[in-house]
């Protein structure tokens, strides 16, 4: 059954992607338990060559046999050819709900990918367009090429720029604040902005698991710098990437009071207003109602 592609995803949730690896398989039963609002089976850097063909046959065996609950499940690739079309060979499955490609330089591995997870669903009785591309930015190269990047497939929902290795092919010395990168998150929210996809990233290293007081204010910063979401490494910091984008109680009672001082105006023939002594125009109207529809879809989720 062929399907229309929706491009705006936006719209969608993704405030929290806990990262596991693809071959040890204590950690990716428990991970669907954790709250997280996609887990992500890594097939690639968490995996060691030699252990590959075992990873694959996990995440093979893991889609077949996980419980079915409203955690989103995506496996993250290798970038060669002769790894990754036995990645997708692995994956494609109902519980399946997408592939992300590191290491992008190129639209050739996105459409060559998109390809494959046609062919496979057809294939295995899945609708087309069943299986969502997120796509991951580790150099200059693959940065300088994003417009180009996200304009290669309907089927890209999320765009992430991976701090490590960006840092390594510019040259640059991580911080533990992350401000050297700024101006390149920049181009990432941006460029996702325009093609409707989810900008996704944190501003420094999710490696540090332990300081969650540290980990909870770069969330924030993340938060604010335009990203709609953050990976994780440990179970701990999915609840503080949950809260840190979900909105809060004080903004949804505020963005509640901007729509109906707004739309008032607007029935009194007016295009603006003010609200807590404050100026509402269309964008701070357009704002509001964005953050209640988001609120809305998290509340259908839970």
Known sequence: M???F??????????STLIVPGNVERFMGKAITR??????????????YEQK???????????????????????????????????VACCVAPRLHS??????????????????????????????????????????LGLSRLPELLGASDRISTVTLGN?????????????????????????????????????????????????????????KSKQLGFMGSSCIHPDQVAILNEVYTPRQEDIEKAMGIVQAYEEAQQQGRSSCSYMGK??????????QFLLKRNTILVGKE
């Open 99 to 140: 592939v992300t490609i590191p290491k992008v330089e190129d639209i050739t591995i996105i459409r060559e990918v998109e390809a494959k997870l046609t062919d496979l669903e057809r294939e295995r009785g899945l609708s087309v367009g069943h299986t969502e591309i997120s796509i991951l930015i580790e150099s200059a």
């Open 53 to 87: 063909d075992i990873g694959r046959q996990m995440v093979r065996e893991a889609l077949n046999t996980l419980a079915q609950n409203a955690t989103q499940i995506n496996v993250r690739l290798n970038n060669e050819p002769d790894m990754w079309e036995k990645d």
């Open 164 to 220: 490590e290795d960006f840092c390594l092919d510019l040259g640059i010395e991580a911080s533990p604040t992350g401000e050297e990168l700024f101006p390149y998150y920049a181009q990432v929210v941006l460029q996702a902005r325009i093609h409707q996809v989810m900008p996704l990233g944190f501003v420094s290293s999710i490696a540090d698991f332990r300081n969650l007081d540290n980990f909870r204010r770069l969330a924030e």
């Open 35 to 48: 709250g997280a609002d996609t887990v992500q089976f890594d097939l690639e850097d968490s995996v060691p």
């Open 279 to 288: 100026m509402i125009d269309p964008p701070v109207y357009l704002r509001a």
């Open 6 to 15: 929706v491009r705006n995803r936006v719209e969608k949730i993704r405030r």
């Open 2 to 4: 062929e399907t229309k």
